[in-house]
């Protein structure tokens, strides 16, 4: 189960494979226990997080053999739910070079052989649909100017493009409107293709989430202003995408973190949250994907991101941020998340389920290795 080629170790902190495995005993582990999420029957608790891959066609957004073996894998060592790399929603989604698309027929009918044997092994596939905004360049988006809440460029430079962030265009209401529009066919397309439902990407300082942000969003129209009015964008997204797929079938990943601004916090975490959850109830939200770099970092009164949400939300929860099994069972035995996802280990471990399970030591993601191959 091992390869002389890769370092191999425990990547969990705090976790020794050979010294009794994981757990004390697998039967009462939850993260192993069936659930019933939406209208997903997913056959454990354990899902892969989304992560950026850039193995697609760089001109046209398709998927290829690789691709469809790497999700496949997955689904074959019994994950319960994948959640896909973001898939951009239009040419002017796209913030990295060689990722897929969702919305042209040629993308739509890639992703159906991915779907097909993810299914044949019995797992469950959601497709993770994604617009950048400002957070990109116009050699990528065909020569057309990022778009953004307002003309203020992202701090840093473009991943794997090595580009200064351009600065973007505002949007005006009709481009807002187009870009809802393109979120929900981008819903509708995925569905076409044979995932079992979406993730709206609204975290990271991408462009759901510069609407959000107010260093992002100088706005004075309905879309500006304080924070509730600045998650107006993100309602309209989601009820957009619930209207083509329902709300069974539509989870929404959101979070404090920006990607060009990694020291950013909320003045007051708590209230945000607050606001926040209060929105997703009013639009009809059942399932909820909290975004944290490391999930046990505290943020606020003793609280971590996924306790304080859980404090609002008394609907389903994943959980992500470099969680290790042992940390991911207290949380799924104390009820803070109802769904725990694992991101590099995954990449690195395409028998991260097995190995789990048979407490066998694992294989250290490393980047130089596995972000130039898929595993």
């Given at each position: 189960m091992t390869s002389s080629n890769h370092k191999v170790a425990s990547i969990f902190k705090g976790t020794n494979v050979n010294e009794g495995g994981f757990f004390e005993s697998i039967e009462d582990t939850k993260l192993f226990d069936p659930i019933q999420i939406g209208s997903w029957s997913l056959r454990n608790r354990i899902a892969m997080a989304p992560m950026t891959r850039c193995f697609a066609d760089n001109e046209t957004g398709v998927v290829g053999s690789d691709v469809v073996e790497y999700y496949r894998k997955r689904a074959e060592d019994g994950i319960g739910l994948i959640i896909t790399e973001g898939i951009v929603i239009s040419p002017r989604a796209k913030g990295n070079p060689g990722v897929p698309g969702i919305y042209t027929k040629e993308q739509i009918d890639s992703w159906k052989p991915v779907t097909e044997a993810v299914h044949k092994e019995g797992g469950t596939i959601i497709a993770q649909i994604w617009h950048v905004g400002r957070m990109s360049h116009r050699e990528l988006s065909g020569g057309q100017m990022p778009q953004a809440p307002s003309a203020i460029a992202a701090k840093g430079d473009v991943p794997r493009f090595r580009k200064p962030y351009d600065t973007p265009e505002e949007m005006t209401l009709e481009d807002i409107q187009e870009v809802i529009n393109q979120y929900a066919q981008?819903?509708?397309?995925?569905?076409?293709?044979?995932?079992?439902g979406v993730e709206i990407h609204g975290a990271h300082g991408y462009l759901i989430d510069q609407f959000t942000y107010e260093f992002a969003n100088k706005r004075t129209d309905r879309y500006g202003g304080d924070l509730k009015q600045r998650l107006t964008f993100m309602k309209e997204v989601v009820q957009a995408v619930i209207e083509a797929v329902g709300a069974d079938r539509t989870l929404l990943r959101f979070s404090a973190l920006k990607g060009d601004n990694p020291t950013y916090l909320w003045e007051n975490p708590e209230e945000a949250i607050e606001t926040f959850v209060n929105m997703f109830k009013e639009v009809g939200l059942t399932m909820i994907h909290p975004s944290s770099m490391n999930y046990t970092d505290v943020i606020s009164d003793g609280n971590n991101f996924h306790q304080l949400v859980r404090k609002y939300w008394d609907g389903i929860m994943v959980g992500v941020g470099s969680l290790n099994p042992k940390e991911a069972e207290k949380s799924l035995q104390e009820g803070t998340i109802n769904v725990a996802a694992f991101g590099r280990p995954l990449?690195?471990?395409?028998?991260?389920?097995?190995r789990m399970k048979h407490a066998e030591p694992f294989i250290e993601y490393d980047a130089k290795v596995h972000l130039v191959t898929l595993v």
């Open positions: 981008a819903a509708r397309n995925a569905m076409e293709a044979g995932f079992d990449i690195a471990n395409p028998d991260f389920v097995h």
